[in-house]
Structures are given as C-alpha cells and as structure tokens.
C-alpha cells in the first residue's frame, strides 16, 4: 500500500446519463487537480435511484466506461467508476469498476446482495432487476490491494472480511442508503466493518434529492482502519478527500492483531 | 422468545471475591425486585481485571455458581454470572454460566479469544493466563434462544454469527473494554453486532475504577435487534434494565430479512 489521497465524489445524478457522466468526470478532474490518486463514485451515479430506468437503461456499459478509462489515463489516476447497469447475456448486474492510470480495468464487482426489503415507508425489490454477482475478489494495484463491495453487501461481514482474507487494504464502496437505514445503520456499519478487518472503507452515496422517490442518505465518508471518520460530507453534491496512509494500518494490525486472532477452527 | 425485562448489573468488583459475590447476589436481588427475568453479570465480576491475581483465585468454581444457582432458584430468575476463572485439568478458563430459574446450569462458554495486545499504553497477553473455549453454542430457554460471548469475542463477527444462525436472539456479552478500545469501538461494535444479526445484545462492563490498573470502560449497555441503545450505564456501578420483545425483533427481520439474504455460497 502506498500513501495517496483519495476523493470521494457525493455527486447528484441528473435524469440524463450522457449529463450525469460529464458531471462525473467534471468531479473527477477537480478531485486529480486537488491530488487525488483515487477517486470514487457514488452507486448508480449516473441516474436518481429507481429501478425501473435503471433498467431501461442498462447496456454493455462500453461507452460509459471507455470514458471513464480516458479520464484515468488522462489524469493517471485510479478511478472506482461508482457502479453501472449492465447488461449481458440478457441479465442485468449492478457492478462496480476500478480503473488503472493506464485506463486499465483493475476490478469488477457486481452486487451480490440485492436490496429485497418491505419497510412500511419503503418497499424495493432489487431481485426483480438485477441478478446477483457470485464473486468477491480483490486486486493488487500500485496504491494497494482493494476490494469492492456495492451498498446492501456491506451489511454482510462475511462479504469484507472475505476481501480482508486476501489482504485488502482498502474497500470501495458506492452506495445508497436511504431515509429509514441512512440514520440507523450507515455509519456503525461502514465503521465496524473497518475496525473488525483493520483497512480502509470509502463509502460514496450520491447526495440527497428530498424530490427523488428513493432519497439517498449522502453523508459519504471515510473510515481509517481505527473506524475514525477521516471526512464525511453532508447531504449535498461535494467532494470529501481523506489520506490513506499504510503506516497507520499496519500500525493498527500490529498493536491489535485482530487478522491473526481469528479461530477459523471454530466458525 | 417471551416478553422480559432483563438487568445489566454494572458492578463495582472488590479486592475480596467472596465480598464480592455477596455484593452480585445483592445487585441481582434488586433486579429481581425491580422485575427482571434476566440478569447480566459483568466479565470476572469478581475482582478487578489482573491477570495475575485472576490467575490465582481460579477454581473449580463451585462455590461460586452454586450461590448464583441457589439465587436463580429462590428468585425464579436467569442469571448470567458475568465470567469466572475457572480451573480444568491444570488449565484456566475465562467461563460463562447461565443459569436457569429452577437452578441448573443452561449453557456454558469458555471465553474463545483471548486479548494479547501490544498497545502503547496497554500490553496484556490473557494467553499467558488462560486457555481459549473452543465451542460456541446456544440454548433454547424459557425466554427465548441465547448465547454468549465474552468481552474480545465480540469483535470477531464469525463468532456473533455463529451463534445467531443457530437461532440466538439474545446474545449476552460479558465484556470489560478499557480506556483505549472503549472509547473507540464498544459502542460500534455491539450496536454493529446487533444490527447484522438482528438481535438483542447486552454488553456489561465493570464499573469504571480509575485507581485500578485496568480501567474497564463501564457503559454497559442493552442494544436492540435494530442497533438502538435501548439502555446504558455511565462508567458507576448501577444497574441498567432493557425490555426485550420478541415481536420486535421478529419485524425487524421480516422487513429487512438479512439472514435469508447471506450468500453462503460466495463466502
């Protein structure tokens, strides 16, 4: 792991796609100019979170990300394209990319937990658009070993500490909490999870649009291998920058070797 | 699981074990009397946490449990008696009883994770004292399904899940966090725990001693299966009460159905 700055981009998603990937990469670019070498997107950045025109307009992602690939080239620059609609062989995958400074693809990561829930105020059903990733992998990069996780898969700790098992120093997360698990469970889960595996989380929401039928929780943040919230922004389009220094999390580890203290005999 | 009040007995552990036990039996006399039918002893509620003076006072524990035993019987009550250093075959022990109301023991667990920490201000090595549990079980009791942790194992989310995929829905935590961990991850911690297993928690500490080595934490605390802090103690001996209600935690899991969603096939 390498010491760098990373951006996360709570950017607000317009209802026009081509729009929405211009003001991503207008974020992008602002985030390289103040020194970031990791910039992250929030989940779906590219539209308000509804179901039914995400679906409409999932494709092969190609163009959206041959964009992005640009960007990262251009700026030489890592970037976590947030997550796109894709379809492929006739399913649609809500998946997530890391992007080289050489506009290399890293890492893919399609969720694979999807957000099925019935709250009184709240009832979605991601299963009904989306099929569910079957992998969680994690690569080495010249900043570090990262792992990517969408939203709902942060719920599950046998999700990070699966990328924590093979050695993850970072885990990138878009995500889209809402009105009713915004303020209950953002910030103990993304916490908790980098406290228990000892790295770093970005967790990257889109900001709130109190119009939008799902509104997103915003409150992006990162978390030190400590749990300590680095920076977290508001509930408005902004970009939050934090430090990611490997000094601290292998000084974490050393003093508290939760990783070696596991009992893998007994779970 | 049935309807119950149940009581975080936040004590003050003397110098004196038997002093001390007189004291526990006094505390959960007042919960019993205050209407508790579960009552939570804190981690070695006997004598303040030192490793070497634990490590002499362990026993077969007899004497000890039957008090507990003789008080959940006369009182008609669950005790959970925090945890004893218990002597085995030339081993010690950091062990946990619950009790039931007609005076037998329910369940037993041996604490499985052991705290060897190298903190710069705090380095503790519990394996030099003690020898880990190798089991993690539940019980099915007249109040509804139960496990136990002890203090560390909290923070190995396996263990917690382990206990909660055999049906746990109260998990008791006898815990003494210190000035350095408490004030960083007791409450992430339990309140995450919580949350991903949609259960009851509750977390007891010693009180707070400041003239003692180890300083525990203190905050004891009951957490809902949604996260909330139901009840918590402030860093003096008291007792704490929390109401558990099964229908809460039953419709927590049908709107948000986190342990149907695990992906077991992927982890």
Chains 1, 2 share one sequence.
């Not at 690939?69 to 997530?96: D, M």
């Not at 790295?199 to 291998?225: C, F, T, W």
């Amino acid at each position: 792991m390498k010491k760098i700055k990373m951006a996360l981009c709570q950017m607000k998603p317009l209802r026009d796609k081509e729009k929405s990937v211009d003001k991503a990469l207008t974020m992008i670019e602002e985030s390289a100019e103040n020194g970031a070498g990791l910039v992250v997107l929030p989940e779906i950045f590219y539209h308000p979170y509804e179901l039914k025109s995400i679906a409409s307009l999932a494709d092969d992602g190609k163009a959206t990300i041959d964009r992005i690939r640009e960007a990262a080239a251009r700026l030489e620059i890592h970037i976590c394209a947030g997550s796109i609609a894709i379809r492929e062989n006739g399913k649609n995958f809500n998946r997530s990319y890391l992007v080289g400074p050489a506009g290399d693809i890293l890492l893919e990561h399609s969720k694979c937990h999807l957000f099925d829930v019935d709250f009184k105020e709240l009832r979605t059903r991601e299963s009904q658009v989306f099929v569910p990733g079957d992998s969680l992998k994690t690569v080495e990069t010249a900043i570090g070993k990262i792992g990517i996780l969408i939203c709902y898969d942060i719920r599950f700790p046998e999700a990070a500490r699966k990328l924590a098992l093979q050695g993850a120093e970072i885990i990138l997360v878009p995500a889209a909490f809402n009105d009713i698990t915004g303020p209950a469970h953002w910030h103990i889960t993304f916490r908790a999870r980098a406290v228990e595996n000892q790295l770093y989380i970005a967790a990257v929401s889109p900001a709130r649009d109190i119009k939008a039928a799902y509104r997103a929780y915003g409150h992006s943040m990162a978390v030190s291998p400590w749990g300590d919230v680095l920076s977290e922004a508001g509930e408005d389009e902004e970009i939050i920058y934090a430090e990611l220094d490997p000094e601290v999390l292998s000084n974490i580890r050393g003093k508290l070797p939760l990783l070696k203290h596991r009992r893998e005999d007994i779970y």
